[in-house]
């Protein structure tokens, strides 16, 4: 449910709406240990050791960029980690799985692996190319009770070369997450940009009929694992917003049937109204510095856009044209903001520096622009448009240049960026059946139009929204 539909949105029958405990998520202990190559035995480093000389110097590296391998993805094998447990073979299937779902890598079939793969030794470099592989990781867990030790190394195949090699310590129950975090390390060491695997995704996970539905604020992880529901379902909730530093989301429900912004405390579940504001607030997101929230207040027949001091509440407006004025998203340097309105006579997007003023408009395609979330790079800005041929899921330039439609349907809407900017999640929904059956399934894809792909959740979804990278 996007600003298009606010009008009926206002007019939707609500119940009451109360929070669900949630458990507190595992924090990550990290040794942080570096494991120096050769690896006989392992040695734990104060800090990263530099990598072994190649056994073939001048050899093809699998060090490659996001663009080589988005055409060329790199092969790589990911054999189960050391130890014999059900954690170690879930340790390689969790890093397997970022790896492929991201479309940059191609894992290779264990079937094809024709040499072992000991934690405890150098890889035999010639058996693992004749696989196929170009990168190989490797790795063990041990421990005793609630305490969990996972090494992992990455290996350039045709080099002959170790490239890394680190150990952690967690609580057995954060095992995936230290999955995520090496898939998210084997990503930037072989692409030279920040992996986002170690990150989750708050939702709205909707159960029911076409306009007779139940909403419930989510959250999971990126890969759709870890799924739990923030709130029970008894009012309507939409667009929640992560915090850039805190466990805490902002989001608009309709608790008491009046439409206002509200926090919700992910270690607590203690959830609070911000600010007291005479209109109904809608729209938040959080400002780079994590110290306000932008949203926008209805007034009149329209709306402005007002920031809120999470210290005072007290908010400032910063548009007072008349229009409808919604859905502001901040620069990533905090110094501008993208909004929509109908200032123009439809609703197009328009930016404006963060006091307010400078107003300019950036959005001249066919149709109606909406939902504008500005990526972390400050290069791109997405947004969702409404035209003849249905909805459509676009990026341009900040200043309006270079326009490009990313993924079309009968109702796609609601991007949000993962942490590097190199990949968009939004939700596709199709018509309703006579019984008012309908799914609505959240999708990722790449900036440049490429691996778009469902995300699993256990009900219809809406309204994603993707989490900074975890401290």
Known sequence: MTDPHLEAALARKLRDHGPLLLPRRGLLVLSASALAAPVLPAR???QAAPPAPPQNPGAQSAVIDVDHARTDPIPIAIPDFGGG?????????VITGDLGNCGLFKPLNPASFIAGASPDQVPDFKAWAASGAQALVTGS??????????????????????????????????????????????????????????????????????????????IMDQDGQNNKFLTNGNWLVLT?????????????SYAGNRPRVYTFDLNTS???????FHGITLSPRFSPDGNSIIMAETRGGGSDIVVVPLATGAGRRLTDSGAIDVS????????????????????????????????????????????????????LIAYTRLGEG??????????????????EGFDVEGPTFCPNGRVIMFWRSSAANREGVYSSRLVSIDITAFN???????????????SPLAA
Not at 331 to 348: A, E, H, K, L, Y
Not at 390 to 406: C, K, Q, T, W, Y
Not at 452 to 466: G, Q
Request: net charge neutral.
């Open 85 to 93: 447990s059900e954690l170690a073979r879930g340790l390689a299937q």
């Open 390 to 407: 249905g909805f459509a899921i676009g990026v341009m330039h900040p200043d309006g240049s270079a326009e490009r439609i990313l993924s």
């Open 270 to 276: 203690r959830q609070a109204i911000l600010g007291d």
């Open 240 to 252: 929640p917003r992560f915090h850039p530093t805190r466990d805490e989301i902002a989001f608009m």
């Open 328 to 379: 502001p998203c901040y620069s990533p340097d905090g110094t501008q903001i993208v909004f929509n309105s109908d200032r123009d006579g439809d609703q197009q997007l328009f930016v404006m520096n963060a006091d307010g003023s400078n107003v300019r408009r950036i959005s001249y395609g066919k149709g109606r622009y909406a939902t504008p979330v500005w990526s972390p790079r400050g290069d």
């Open 44 to 46: 734990a480093l104060a």
């Open 452 to 466: 778009e792909r469902v995300v699993d959740t256990p009900t219809n979804a809406s309204d994603p929204a993707w």
């Open 141 to 218: 867990v041990s421990g005793s009770g609630n305490s969990v030790r996972v090494e992992f190394r990455l290996w350039d195949i045709l080099p002959g070369q170790q490239i890394q090699g680190t150990a952690y310590t967690t609580t057995a129950a954060n095992w995936r997450r230290i999955g995520h975090i090496i898939a998210d390390a084997v990503y930037e060491r072989l692409l030279g940009e920040k992996g986002y695997f170690d990150t989750r995704i708050a939702y709205v996970a909707r159960t029911g009929r076409r306009g007779h539905e139940m909403t419930r604020l989510a």
